[in-house]
T-cell receptor, first 113, second 110 residues
Framework: GENVEQHPSTLSVQEGDSAVIKCTYSDSASNYFPWYKQELGKRPQLIIDIRSNVGEKKDQRIAVTLNKTAKHFSLHITETQPEDSAVYFCAASRNFGNEKLTFGTGTRLTIIP | GAGVSQSPSNKVTEKGKDVELRCDPISGHTALYWYRQSLGQGLEFLIYFQGNSAPDKSGLPSDRFSAERTGGSVSTLTIQRTQQEDSAVYLC????????FGPGTRLTVL
């Protein structure tokens, strides 16, 4: 089955700087890669996703890049703010929609004011 | 519109008891998923329902776990003879395409 590895497990960044979280996956048939943000005691919230027909997607301060050849994808957060502090999870699945997700183990991001 | 809802929000039970966890998906979402999140860990897939198809039960950790989805909407996850290692947050998600999560049920087995 699919295996998703995520690094780093913890990340501290000065406010205003950029943060990068990286994930690798094992199943070459995977073609959908969402990212979820989970604040303490809250539900995971989808913040951005990418499908394998594109290499990069941006939404304001957040971007995701995908390298299908190397089987890795990354989350980039620019101009970080205190409210970006949370645990971030990457995930992968074979289909966009109606397919179980395999999650990475999470990255605890702390923004230092 | 209303998001995914789950009940109860917290459940404390004694080892050996059965528990039922409920999930109400977003209206119109055909797929429903159950995941488990142990303390400080990632999300572990348990079971997935899609329309009238047979559910994908490949993530259920033992035969003490079962789930059903009635009328293509509400789902119930049942854990029989609970063990301490079942303590976790049980998250439900529904999707038309993207998955949206409920707030979870925190299960504590004493």
């Amino acid at each position: 089955g699919e295996n998703v590895e995520q690094h780093p497990s913890t990340l501290s960044v000065q406010e205003g700087d950029s943060a990068v979280i990286k994930c690798t996956y094992s199943d070459s048939a995977s073609n959908y890669f969402p990212w979820y943000k989970q604040e303490l005691g809250k539900r995971p919230q989808l913040i951005i996703d990418i499908r394998s027909n594109v290499g990069e997607k941006k939404d304001q301060r957040i971007a995701v890049t995908l390298n299908k050849t190397a089987k890795h994808f990354s989350l980039h957060i620019t101009e970080t703010q205190p409210e970006d502090s949370a645990v971030y999870f990457c995930a992968a699945s074979r289909n966009f929609g109606n397919e179980k997700l395999t999650f990475g183990t999470g990255t605890r991001l702390t923004i230092i004011p | 519109g209303a998001g995914v809802s789950q009940s109860p929000s917290n459940k404390v039970t004694e080892k050996g008891k059965d528990v039922e966890l409920r999930c109400d998906p977003i209206s119109g979402h055909t797929a429903l998923y159950w995941y488990r999140q142990s303390l400080g860990q990632g999300l572990e897939f348990l079971i997935y329902f899609q329309g009238n198809s047979a559910p994908d039960k490949s993530g259920l950790p033992s035969d003490r776990f079962s789930a059903e989805r009635t009328g293509g909407s509400v789902s119930t996850l049942t854990i029989q003879r609970t063990q301490q290692e079942d303590s976790a947050v049980y998250l439900c998600a529904s999707s038309k395409y993207r998955q949206f999560f409920g707030p979870g049920t925190r299960l504590t087995v004493l």
